[in-house]
């Protein structure tokens, strides 16, 4: 690097020695005081001091950061360039660090003075030419403290993008269970369209056989109307259900031909306790983990800006070249009087922001405890609207169904008593897998509230 720097500096007071001497002024190289030549390599040798620490500073940084092609330190030390390597992932904290450690650029001034108004006269005698390099030195711990706002921030990001994916999670997995209740309706409905038809054969029998008068053949067949017309509200409904689900999934939904495994009817009970759910929420939440993330980011924020109120250093550094005189050096030290901006607003706002996290991080804290309030309150009162159903009522409504039937076809029983059985049924069935679907949806709820898997 000092190399090439070197060779820069060297291409550059050649320029300056043949352009600005000889077709500007006609003024031949060999009749340029010897000073002037002195002055021009020390000016490069205060450049390439004042330069070369803080780019290495920079590229030599003991905060290694993942990602970075390897290959820029080799072109820069001049070496051949060898094949590219496998690209490597950077994080987002990588991203936002690397830019938030970088120093102040240095920099380099060239000016001439001593022109006459007139443009007449002897210009060369009457010129002099100057060379400079600044640095400016960041004082307070301000990059240190503008590393850790940036990776404050990082993390706020981070924990805002768990809040979508906790939501969106357990959104699919109501809309799963969405696709079983409507697959088992669609079964149930089916599975009473075929018994019926069964029905309407076996009354078809029996009007030909004239055992039956035609009437009752005829309701029958009004009725079948209400089953295929279940069916078809049952198909609609199932494959919308299908179609959101593949929505939520993502893809091709075009391509995407899926069907979900498992059945509505699978039921575990569970027990849990407020106390410990609650501390579950506390330590899960993610949009709690954001808020106080947010108030993280805030006290960052703060440090920094009341760093920022600091004035810096700049130092610098040049050559004066007079060419028909004596040539000098200068040195100069500089530094903002912090006399009227001390960087109030910024630190105002910053106070602000903070004071805004911790209300925020309250709300969401009380908001928390209210979500797992009312999930557990909901879950309990499900868990056992299930248990009522399984108290035997469904083995109940079968068997007056399969009675009915037998029944009918030995003559003691009427189509209109075996129509009202297979309503009972498929009505009690279809309560039964709602309450099931709505038990699955509070415990799902309950999930969210604590964002815990609670499902074995």
Same mark, same amino acid.
């Given at each position: 690097?000092?190399?090439?720097?070197?060779?820069?500096?060297? /291409?550059?007071?050649?320029?300056?020695?043949?352009?600005?001497?000889?077709?500007?002024?006609?003024?031949?190289?060999?009749?340029?005081?010897?000073?002037?030549? /002195?002055?021009?390599?020390?000016?490069?040798?205060?450049?390439?001091?004042?330069?070369?620490?803080?780019?290495?500073?920079?590229?030599?940084?003991?905060?290694?950061?993942?990602? =970075?092609?390897?290959?820029?330190?080799?072109?820069?030390?001049?070496?051949?360039? !060898?094949?590219?390597?496998?690209?490597?992932?950077?994080?987002?904290?990588?991203?936002?660090?690397?830019?938030? /450690?970088?120093?102040?650029?240095?920099?380099?001034?060239?000016?001439?003075?001593?022109?006459?108004?007139?443009? #007449?006269?002897?210009?060369?005698?009457?010129?002099?030419?100057?060379?400079?390099?600044?640095?400016?030195?960041?004082?307070?711990?301000?990059?240190?403290?503008?590393?850790?706002?940036?990776?404050?921030?990082?993390?706020?990001?981070?924990?805002?993008?768990?809040?979508?994916?906790?939501?969106?999670?357990?959104?699919?997995?109501?809309?799963?269970?969405?696709?079983?209740?409507?697959?088992?309706?669609?079964?149930?409905?089916?599975?009473?369209?075929?018994?019926?038809?069964?029905?309407?054969?076996?009354?078809?029998?029996?009007?030909?056989?004239?055992?039956?008068?035609?009437?009752?053949?005829?309701?029958?067949?009004?009725?079948?109307?209400?089953?295929?017309?279940?069916?078809?509200?049952?198909?609609?409904?199932?494959?919308?259900?299908?179609?959101?689900?593949?929505?939520?999934?993502?893809?091709?939904?075009?391509?995407?031909?899926?069907?979900?495994?498992?059945? =509505?009817?699978?039921?575990?009970?569970?027990?849990?306790?407020? #106390?410990?759910?609650?501390?579950?929420?506390?330590?899960?939440?993610?949009?709690?983990?954001?808020?106080?993330?947010?108030?993280?980011?805030?006290?960052?924020?703060?440090?920094?800006?009341?760093?920022? /109120?600091?004035?810096?250093?700049?130092?610098?550094?040049?050559?004066?070249?007079?060419?028909?005189? !004596?040539?000098?050096?200068?040195?100069?030290?500089?530094?903002?009087?912090?006399?009227?901006?001390?960087?109030?607003?910024?630190?105002?706002?910053?106070?602000?922001?903070?004071?805004?996290?911790?209300?925020?991080?309250?709300?969401?804290?009380?908001?928390?405890?209210?979500? =797992?309030?009312?999930?557990?309150?909901?879950?309990?009162?499900?868990?056992?609207?299930?248990?009522?159903?399984? #108290?035997? =009522?469904?083995?109940?409504?079968?068997?007056?169904?399969?009675?009915?039937?037998?029944?009918?076809?030995?003559?003691?029983?009427?189509?209109?008593?075996?129509?009202?059985?297979?309503?009972?049924?498929?009505?009690?069935?279809?309560?039964?897998?709602?309450?099931?679907?709505?038990?699955?949806?509070?415990?799902?709820?309950?999930?969210?509230?604590?964002?815990?898997?609670?499902?074995?």
């Amino acid at each position: 690097m000092y190399q090439s720097t070197n060779n820069y500096l060297y /291409r550059f007071s050649e320029r300056c020695n043949s352009i600005v001497c000889q077709e500007r002024y006609a003024l031949r190289r060999c009749c340029r005081p010897q000073e002037s030549r /002195r002055a021009s390599c020390l000016a490069g040798v205060l450049l390439l001091i004042l330069t070369g620490h803080p780019i290495l500073a920079q590229e030599k940084s003991p905060e290694p950061v993942k990602g =970075v092609n390897g290959n820029v330190a080799a072109l820069t030390q001049g070496q051949p360039q !060898t094949p590219a390597p496998a690209r490597r992932s950077i994080t987002l904290s990588d991203a936002v660090s690397l830019t938030a /450690r970088l120093r102040p650029n240095p920099q380099i001034s060239v000016g001439s003075s001593g022109l006459p108004l007139n443009f #007449t006269g002897p210009f060369i005698s009457q010129q002099t030419f100057t060379y400079g390099v600044s640095q400016t030195l960041e004082m307070g711990g301000k990059r240190r403290k503008r590393i850790d706002a940036a990776n404050a921030n990082s993390d706020l990001a981070q924990g805002q993008f768990q809040m979508v994916v906790w939501q969106l999670t357990n959104d699919l997995k109501k809309k799963f269970y969405a696709v079983l209740l409507a697959e088992a309706l669609l079964k149930l409905s089916t599975e009473n369209q075929k018994t019926f038809a069964e029905t309407i054969k076996h009354t078809t029998e029996l009007f030909e056989a004239g055992e039956i008068s035609g009437l009752d053949l005829t309701r029958l067949e009004v009725e079948k109307l209400k089953f295929d017309t279940d069916v078809a509200n049952s198909e609609r409904d199932y494959e919308l259900a299908l179609r959101d689900l593949r929505v939520t999934l993502g893809g091709d939904y075009r391509a995407m031909n899926i069907e979900v495994a498992g059945a =509505v009817d699978y039921f575990q009970s569970y027990d849990f306790s407020f #106390t410990e759910l609650r501390d579950k929420a506390l330590a899960a939440r993610p949009d709690l983990k954001a808020a106080q993330l947010s108030e993280r980011a805030a006290d960052a924020s703060i440090r920094l800006q009341d760093a920022q /109120r600091i004035p810096d250093l700049t130092l610098s550094s040049g050559v004066n070249q007079v060419p028909q005189g !004596t040539s000098n050096y200068n040195l100069g030290v500089g530094i903002t009087l912090p006399v009227f901006d001390r960087n109030q607003g910024e630190r105002a706002k910053a106070l602000i922001e903070k004071k805004k996290a911790q209300n925020q991080q309250q709300l969401i804290t009380n908001q928390v405890l209210s979500d =797992v309030d009312k999930a557990f309150i909901a879950f309990e009162i499900q868990k056992r609207r299930v248990e009522l159903y399984r #108290t035997g =009522v469904l083995s109940k409504v079968n068997e007056i169904q399969n009675l009915t039937e037998f029944s009918l076809k030995a003559g003691e029983s009427s189509t209109l008593e075996l129509l009202d059985a297979i309503r009972t049924r498929r009505e009690t069935l279809a309560s039964f897998y709602q309450t099931l679907f709505d038990y699955q949806v509070s415990l799902l709820d309950l999930e969210l509230a604590t964002a815990t898997p609670l499902q074995k």
